[in-house]
């Protein structure tokens, strides 16, 4: 049986069975009262090309207040790169249910690997006990981004992304430092 040419002189046209795959991209980000912390590595990602169909937020009682203005501006970054995000928010019973956070993180993370998605988590915010957490869950679980913020100075505390030099702050995936 002869081979069909698939390819033309002007450009060639691949089978459909060599078409890359576009695997989804979903973003979990432990939530604060401080919205730069969750924002602008969010933000300095889609710069980088990591731009979130899913994003999945975790809030706790003390920040609750601050989650629908979290979620509002992350769906505003994101629809800057033409995509709708879906967020998902979940939240654990108290600010130290180190098990019950560990968990939500894990399944965010199993949830969206079951999706076939590329995963990152953010363990930029929160107290130190949840980024040990994000990032310790986010090892175990073999997630292919684990991103920190780094702002060299004390300088630049407190701005926006877009009032960030450039030289002044780095997105740190620390799956391609480690």
């Excluded at 894990?106 to 994000?134: H, L, W, Y």
């Amino acid at each position: 049986m002869p081979v069909e040419n698939v390819y033309t002189a002007e450009r060639p046209i691949r089978p459909s069975s060599e078409l890359k795959f576009i695997m989804e991209k979903a973003w979990i980000s432990v939530g604060s009262t401080t919205t730069g912390s969750v924002i602008d590595p969010l933000t300095a990602a889609c710069e980088e090309g990591f731009v979130p169909d899913t994003v999945y937020l975790l809030g706790n009682p003390s920040i609750d207040h601050k989650m629908g203005e979290l979620a509002d501006m992350t769906s505003e970054v994101i629809e800057v790169y033409d995509e709708e995000p879906e967020i998902k928010l979940r939240e654990t019973e108290t600010e130290t249910s180190f098990d019950e956070l560990y968990l939500t993180i894990r399944d965010c993370i199993e949830e969206a690997q079951e999706q076939d998605s590329e995963v990152a988590v953010n363990f930029t915010p929160g107290r130190k006990f949840m980024t040990a957490i994000a990032f310790q869950t986010g090892m175990k679980c073999d997630v292919e981004h684990l991103y920190y913020f780094h702002i060299h100075s004390s300088d630049n505390y407190g701005k926006s992304y877009p009032e960030i030099p450039r030289t002044a702050a780095d997105l740190i995936d620390f799956r391609e430092e480690m």
